[in-house]
């Protein structure tokens, strides 16, 4: 069979896995890398501006990357269950890959803050859900806990093949282009994926397949910014449910990844984060969540603050598929119009 094997097959040589690991795989990687002009022409001109859809893997995340590893090496060493926290995706993806895999898989998420499609996969995967009046953060000690004293497998991005497994997105970024961008652009929640991406370049560079790094730029919800504010938010909001995180699990490793490569963790407003999210899908054709748009609200952001010089490369990733969360993508557009079943009123409604 030829075609496409799935990061772990296609990236094996970077990565923790020998000839007798079960790969895990629902062929996930390889996502478009799409040059996106009309968008740089409305937000920072100066920009040879790309976007990295993750939306395009299996369950519609980048977090299949990771969970591909984190489940080929659970059953690799024998478990029967997995765990996870989640804002949403990583549950989709963790019932995905561990239902494949024949696991158990139990998922916590905080009750009535994750959107509606991610739960509906979490359920058809035949994940036990269990819904937490609580928060990510909260729901995250706990699964942590419960790993440790009952020996199931934790596969947030905790468990270390997580951040493997999310950073062949570095490479895929470098084949694509033919070297690193000058700047990365990322939302942040957890703060694993800006840690991987930052890790995976870094292996590239290493190993000579790309002639620089680029500057990491992450970006926090305003009202999810325990980073930027540098304290713990014990109340996190923010209209991106997926990134509503008081407290990182990667915290430190984000700041040395920001330290490292000279780049930036800040914050965007929603209402950025809603601009964003509406001119990608319009301009691009690209249909994200709201989390992800962070990452291009962050490049509106910088543009404001003067950073960009001409013809810098900058790649946003946009983290997940839009069809995730209709309910955001609708209360933000234009209503259809309803009209009678006849030509007329058709035409005379679009102005002919
Ligand atoms: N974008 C989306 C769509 C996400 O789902 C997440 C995290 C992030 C960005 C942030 O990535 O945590 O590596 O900094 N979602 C996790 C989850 C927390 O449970 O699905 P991060």
């Known amino acids: 069979m030829g075609g496409w094997r799935g990061i772990i097959e296609e990236y094996r040589a970077y990565l923790p896995v020998s000839a007798s690991t079960p790969v895990v795989t629902l062929g996930e990687g390889n996502t478009p890398l799409v040059r996106a002009p009309r968008l740089a022409e409305a937000i920072a001109p100066k920009l040879d501006l790309y976007l990295k859809f993750e939306g395009a893997n299996p369950t519609g995340s980048f977090k299949d990357r990771g969970m591909t590893l984190a489940i080929s090496k659970a059953v690799e060493e024998g478990a029967r269950a997995v765990i996870c926290a989640s804002t949403g995706n990583t549950s989709a993806s963790a019932a995905a890959y561990g239902g494949r895999a024949g696991l158990q898989v139990y998922v916590l998420i905080p009750e009535g803050k994750i959107a509606l499609g991610k739960l509906a996969q979490a359920m058809m995967h035949r994940a036990t859900v269990l819904q937490v009046k609580g928060n990510f953060d909260q729901a995250l000690t706990i699964v942590k806990e419960i790993s440790v004293k009952y020996g199931i497998v934790l596969v947030n991005s905790v468990n270390p093949y997580r951040l493997e497994g999310q950073k062949t997105a570095a490479f895929e970024v470098c084949d694509q282009l033919g070297d690193a961008p000058m700047y990365h652009f990322l939302p942040v929640g957890n703060a694993g994926n800006i840690t991987a991406y930052w890790r995976g370049y870094q292996e590239y560079h290493k190993g000579g397949k790309c002639t620089r790094l680029p500057r990491m730029m992450g970006f ?24 509503r995180i008081g407290n990182p699990a990667s915290w430190v490793q984000a700041v040395k990844a920001m330290q490292d490569s000279n780049g930036k963790i800040d914050l965007v407003t929603d209402e950025e984060i809603v601009e964003a999210y509406r001119m990608v899908a319009a301009l691009e054709g690209i249909f994200c969540e709201p989390a992800s ?46 009209i009678q079943a006849n030509m007329e009123d058709v035409v005379r409604v679009l102005g002919y």
Request: aromatic residues 2%.
């Open 293 to 338: 748009a962070a990452s291009v609200a962050g490049v509106i952001k910088m543009q404001k603050a003067g950073l960009f010089k001409d013809g810098e490369s900058a790649v946003c990733t946009l983290t997940g598929h839009g069809l995730k969360d209709v309910d955001i993508a609708i209360s933000v557009s234009q209503k259809p119009t309803t």
């Open 220 to 243: 926090q919800a305003a009202g999810a910014a325990p980073i930027v504010l540098g304290h713990v938010v014990e109340k996190p909001q923010t209209i991106a449910t997926a990134i």
